[in-house]
Nanobody
Framework: QVQLVESGGGLVQAGGSLRLSCAAS????????MGWHRQAPGAERELVAH???????FYADAVKGRFTISRDMAKNTLYLEMNSLKPEDTGMFYC??????????????WGQGTQVTVSS
């Protein structure tokens, strides 16, 4: 069973930065692609970024140029570096492990989430 544990969320002012971490169990990175999803209040969960097993990454248009997804294979940890944060980035951020169907990332496992709140 894949276990994903997020950390690093918090309250930050607009323009600030946060780095989210996701500790993954086992050899998750060698089996699955990884991603970050966000759920804003009253909205559905949406993909923020994903990284494939070969290291290629994808970003949603709303975060492109501001967020960076990365991983440390030795530490089994996934990261999301978030810069120039905006109030509309506020939400619960979830770490995911999933598969690819063509270019589509399909999450199969979810962490419990970490809250990010950006004040204006």
């Amino acid at each position: 069973q894949v276990q994903l544990v997020e950390s690093g969320g918090g309250l930050v002012q607009a323009g600030g930065s946060l780095r989210l971490s996701c500790a993954a169990s086992g050899s998750v990175f060698s089996i699955y692609g990884m991603g970050w999803h966000r759920q804003a209040p009253g909205a559905e969960r949406e993909l923020v970024a994903h990284i494939s097993r070969d290291g290629s990454s994808f970003y949603a248009d709303a975060v492109k140029g501001r967020f960076t997804i990365s991983r440390d294979m030795a530490k089994n940890t996934l990261y999301l570096e978030m810069n120039s944060l905006k109030p509309e980035d506020t939400g619960m951020f979830y770490c995911t492990a999933g598969i690819f169907s063509g270019k589509n990332y399909l999450p199969k496992f979810w962490g419990q989430g970490t809250q990010v709140t950006v004040s204006s």
